[in-house]
């Protein structure tokens, strides 16, 4: 399973960004994705999660609200659309793919390579 992130940068707070990560190496409607975040010196933090049709998302309490999760299982890909971005999102984003809906990383069996997030304020 081979999993890659993209869509980070630097913005102003307030701002929006809207990560992909692509998937390949795996029947990608049948297993749930999800995105997590680790800023420096912490610990990595889950975001967001969807099953595999797509019919149902997690969030975590700092991510609803800002933050939507979607896939395109044609396309092998889980977007997360972040807006009104705060400082406090600065982090390296990651994708993950798990059988079965989680919020812990080690639940996680496979992960891209992150990207980068920087939100200024």
């Known amino acids: 399973v081979q999993l890659q992130a993209s869509g980070g940068g630097l913005v102003q707070a307030g701002g929006s960004l809207r990560l992909s990560c692509v998937a390949s190496g795996l029947t990608f409607s049948r297993f749930v994705m999800g995105w997590f975040r680790q800023a420096p010196g912490k610990e990595r933090e889950y975001v967001a999660s969807?099953?595999?049709?797509?019919?149902?998302?997690y969030y975590s309490n700092s991510a609803k609200d800002r933050f939507t999760i979607s896939r395109d299982n044609a396309k092998n890909t889980v977007y997360l659309q972040m807006n009104s971005l705060k400082p406090e999102d600065t982090a390296v984003y990651y994708c993950?793919?798990?059988?079965?809906?989680?919020?812990?990383?080690?639940?996680?069996?496979?992960w891209g390579q992150g990207t980068l997030v920087t939100v200024s304020s």
């Open positions: 969807i099953t595999g049709s797509g019919s149902i998302k």
């Open positions: 993950a793919v798990t059988s079965i809906q989680a919020t812990r990383p080690a639940a996680f069996g496979s």
